[in-house]
C-alpha cells in the first residue's frame, strides 16, 4: 500500500492525500510537480528513475488506510543532486 507522504522531498510543499500535484518514483519518492517538471527534469533525484502522478486514496478509506504524517526532506535540497552538466549523481532512495 502507498504511504502517501505528506510533501515534496525538494521544497517541502504540503501534497496531502488527494493532491493533484503529487509525483512518485516506483520506489514511492514524493515531490510536487513543480519540481519534477523543473529542476529535477522528470528524473528522481534519489534513484535516477522516472515519475508518475500519484493515486488518490479516496477519502472514505483514510480512516483504515492513513496517508503518511513522516514527512521526508533532502537537507540540501534537489539541486544538489546534479552535476553542473545536469547528470543525475544520486543512486538510492530514502
Do not use: Q, W
Request: charged share 20%; net charge neutral; proline share 7%.
Amino acid at each position: 500500500m502507498l504511504e502517501l507522504r505528506p510533501n515534496c522531498e525538494c521544497c517541502d510543499r504540503d501534497l496531502p492525500f488527494d493532491s493533484a500535484e503529487a509525483r512518485i518514483c516506483t520506489f514511492e519518492c514524493t515531490f510536487c510537480a513543480d519540481c519534477v517538471d523543473g529542476v529535477l527534469k522528470g528524473v528522481c533525484p534519489n534513484c535516477g528513475g522516472g515519475f508518475s502522478a500519484r493515486p488518490v486514496r479516496p477519502a472514505h478509506l483514510l480512516a483504515r488506510y492513513p496517508a503518511s504524517t513522516k514527512r521526508v526532506l533532502r537537507p540540501e535540497g534537489c539541486a544538489a543532486a546534479y552535476t553542473t552538466s545536469g547528470a543525475n549523481t544520486a543512486t538510492t532512495c530514502s
